[in-house]
DNA sequence: GTAGGTGTAACCATTATGGTTACATGTACT
DNA sequence: AGTACATGTAACCATAATGGTTACACCTAC
């Protein structure tokens, strides 16, 4: 099991964008960049609109960020893209059986645990920004000159 | 997505044989608190056995936990059902162009702060011992007489 | 040798994913 | 007006994972 590649694509583009931000960012450019189909990109752009993270218009080339790239943290990507319900990173097997003390009580044992698993994850993606991101992109892309 | 509730059953699995420590524990009697069918119990209990957590012998009816309860955490459980791979949680898009500085530097970058998502995680499960869970479900059973 | 367990392999329906094509819609420009 | 080119979506597909099911080989105790 693991987590949508929508998650870092949805990084990838936002990223691309900020980077791009003199040029014009079209589907099929940032397409061609995450290597995939335009139409895949346009899915995943509708997603970060939707989530206030970016803004595109019907009929006008290119995608520009709707906030600046320390305002948007992976988590308002992880959201936007819709890769994990809240609560629901791991799932549970459904009518264990109410006769047993056992499986009578072992979802809502198990659950707050789960939750609080699943919650210091997000932490994590919370603490980083897309500026982060950026910063290690171009940190990395001079050391390679 | 979410992560395979063999976890959760295998957390189940656990808790009822030492819920049941004076019975006998077969795949059946596990199977119908659980709500599913024998072949699937014996499937996760062959995984906590390589796992070290159980033991169980074929012909002899009936699994023992390996450990006591206070020595196994849901991280262990989490790790012997095999439901995220090392570093794996996080899924990356494969082939990026190289061509282009984002799609070049993008996964380098990413992956560590997944990583870092990932093993946050992790560590609140490794803090949870089974005695914990137990010690849930028996609060819960009394307070509901 | 029989009964009743465990250990596995084979198979299946369902679902999510990522990709692809196609086309309706919208804007800018001539 | 009409053309070029973009976004927004719907429909469809191959692939893989999941959870379940059946079947049977193997092992132990009696």
Redesign the interface.
């Known amino acids: ?5 929508r ?3 949805g ?2 583009i936002l ?2 964008i900020d ?1 791009n931000q003199e040029g014009t960012s079209t589907s099929e450019f940032i397409a ?5 189909n335009p139409a895949v990109i346009r899915k995943l752009m509708g997603m970060l609109k939707k989530a206030g993270l970016i803004e595109v218009h019907p009929g006008i080339a290119g995608a520009k960020l709707a906030k600046k790239s320390p305002d948007i943290t ?1 988590f308002d990507v992880y959201k936007a893209v819709n ?3 809240e609560n ?6 459904d ?3 109410p006769n ?7 979802q ?3 659950e707050p ?2 939750t ?3 919650l ?6 919370g603490s ?1 920004t897309l500026e982060d ?1 950026l910063k ?3 940190n ?2 001079n050391t390679n000159c």
């Open positions: 099991m693991s987590i949508s590649s998650f870092a694509v990084i990838h990223t691309l980077f061609s960049s995450v290597n995939t992976l890769v994990v319900q629901e990173l791991f799932s549970v097997h009518k264990p059986n047993c003390p056992v499986g009578k009580n072992i809502e044992t198990i645990l789960f609080a698993a699943q210091a994850m997000e932490k994590v993606l980083v991101v290690g992109i171009t990395k892309e």
